[in-house]
């Protein structure tokens, strides 16, 4: 097989396990619908004031479509990767001819495929409250996907290393992200926010992505593309990369 | 070869021909498992030669990796894909990979072939290990304890399956702490304690051990006697030639030579004498 086919067939089978795996298809798909849901219904009618002013419902639609991104692609891969580099399966795919990349490749297209499912899935629920999809930010909305679904994996994937055990892995991924999450604005209007939370948010990439996603989704002045916030979050994707390349083990920490 | 601060192994002098099984037999720590990994390529060592199908493991690259297979000493499958999408999922990373349906014949899960792997019982996974392995169609196959723990039927089957290897034409490099399992599937044993070879040989060479101590039993005045000794026909001489001088029958008389159970617990703890040679867990 090519290189290229191998990734395809890698990513086949990594699918079938995604899918079949009642934890990943809950917190990764059902978890971001079940939480927009929640909100759409608690807040409707109200107004957000951001971006001059938008329906509550309007503002979660991107909220949680950055939440699903990042769960697909950093939360997913972190903890799968770790389960399998603990179950020994990474050190027994090492013993053959596959590249090691290509297995990264097949969980990274995974990861990618998932978080595009979870953009029109929460697209089209997010339109039966009323927001409407903004089919000419089409470009800038999936550019805003790639660059930050890419980082994410990145993140997942160096932090694969400070992993030690598959029980350590949702305590320390949940620990990161669901501060995170509150503090940029997620979960609570921006508007709700104090400066400061915001202002200590910038120093994570969580808050720079649903910007950039707020700017691409929401058509209410400015550009549709956040150069500025999309540039943080590539920067924090190549340290990830770096880390990653860097300290990323195939061989389980325990046994 | 050493690994971290330890030296783990020293001296090791091996050499497998080419379609025979050979057990690479010691206890727990003797550092079976540090020079099998060197060898799969996944340790580096400090010092030493070490040749492979004509290749230095540390850098061999993916041509080798087609003729070897490798079962480790533990290990889980990804839960939710079966026995047939787990093997195809192998199969595909190889150039000439066996049929997937022929895999799971040669290691007896016809019936499981559709379930998935989280569900199948220690020894079923256990073959479907030694199958992931299989399925490159390699020359060489590794099987590092593939029966630890298992209960005495699912060692049988799991035998039956590493014997059929041999009959393939495939070189098994097995390692395992039971000496049963060394005579019984192996045709050339190396035994390894604290890390040095302490004897090598066929099982019936091993068990027929010189060094051994035969052991002459017989009852003398209603008490048994019990007599050790490396020169049985000097002793068992004078023994008879006592008893029939005087009179008196050596009652139940019995001379046992050594087992290989009898070398390997001698062999083994002998080497585990000198303290200061200790290896690391395996």
């Known amino acids: 097989m090519s290189a290229l086919a191998l990734v395809g067939h890698q990513f ?128 800038a909305i999936l550019l805003t996907l790639v660059i930050g679904a890419a980082s994410f994996c990145c993140l997942g994937i160096a932090l694969t290393a400070a992993i030690p055990s598959q029980d350590a892995a949702a305590a320390i991924v949940n620990a990161m992200l669901l501060p995170l999450y509150f503090l940029s604005g997620v979960f609570i209007p921006e508007d709700q926010l104090p400066d400061g939370v915001i202002a200590f948010a910038d120093l994570f990439p969580v808050r720079h992505f649903f910007d950039a996603f707020m700017d691409a ?39 | 070869m050493s690994y971290g601060a330890t030296e783990a192994v020293r001296g090791i002098d091996l050499d497998v021909q080419r379609g025979e099984v050979f057990a690479f037999l010691g206890p727990n720590g003797a550092g079976k498992t540090t020079t099998v990994e060197i060898l799969e390529g996944y340790r580096r060592r400090s010092g030493g030669e070490v040749s492979v199908l004509g290749e230095d493991p540390e850098r061999a690259g993916r041509a080798w990796r087609e003729r070897i297979g490798i079962v480790l000493q533990s290990g889980r499958l990804d839960p939710y894909l079966t026995v047939r999408e787990s093997l195809d999922l192998y199969a595909g990373y190889f150039r000439n990979p066996l049929a997937t349906a022929d895999v799971i014949g040669l290691i007896g899960l016809e019936g499981k072939a559709d379930e998935r792997t989280g569900r199948l019982s220690g020894g079923q996974q256990r073959r479907l290990d030694v199958g992931m392995a299989l399925v ?91 007599v050790q000794t490396r020169t049985p026909v000097e002793t068992l001489h004078e023994l008879t030639a006592k008893a029939l001088a005087g009179g008196e029958p050596l009652e139940g008389l019995e001379v046992t030579r050594p087992s290989l159970e009898d070398v390997y617990l001698e062999l083994t703890a002998e080497a585990a004498q000198p303290p200061a040679e200790g290896g690391v867990p395996s």
Request: charged content about 20%; overall charge neutral; proline content about 6%.
């Open chain 1, 12 to 139: 086949r089978y990594d699918q079938k396990a995604f899918w079949r795996n009642p934890a990943s298809v809950f917190f990764t798909v059902m978890f971001p619908v079940i939480l927009f849901l929640i909100l759409a219904v608690v807040f409707s009618g109200e107004k957000v004031d951001v971006r001059g002013g938008i329906e509550a419902t309007t503002y979660y639609v991107p909220a949680i479509m950055s939440l699903a991104i990042i769960s697909a692609t950093m939360q997913t891969l972190a903890m799968t990767l770790v389960i399998a580099r603990e179950d020994g399966r990474l050190k027994r795919g090492r013993g053959t001819p596959m590249p090691p990349w290509v297995f990264i490749a097949g969980r990274v297209g995974n990861s990618i495929v998932v978080a595009l499912m979870m953009l029109v899935l929460l697209a089209a629920i997010g339109a039966l409250f009323g927001a409407d999809v903004p089919w000419d930010r089409l470009p």
């Open chain 1, 217 to 255: 989704y929401v058509p209410a002045g400015g550009p549709a593309v956040s150069w500025d916030n999309l540039a943080i979050v590539a920067l924090w994707g190549v340290a990830g990369l770096l880390l990653a390349i860097r300290y990323f083990r195939w061989t389980p920490r325990s046994g």
């Open chain 2, 136 to 226: 490159g169609d390699p020359e060489l196959l590794f099987l590092d304890e593939p029966t630890t723990g298992f209960d005495p039927s699912a060692r049988r089957q799991a035998w039956d399956v590493i014997a059929g290897l041999r009959d393939l034409g495939k070189t098994v490099f097995l390692t395992t702490h039971y000496m049963d399992e060394a005579q019984r599937l192996a045709d050339r044993v190396t035994i390894i304690a604290a890390g040095r070879i302490v004897a090598r040989g066929t099982p019936e060479d091993l068990g027929d051990r010189e060094s051994g101590e035969t052991t002459i039993r017989y009852r003398a005045n209603g008490r048994e006697v019990v």
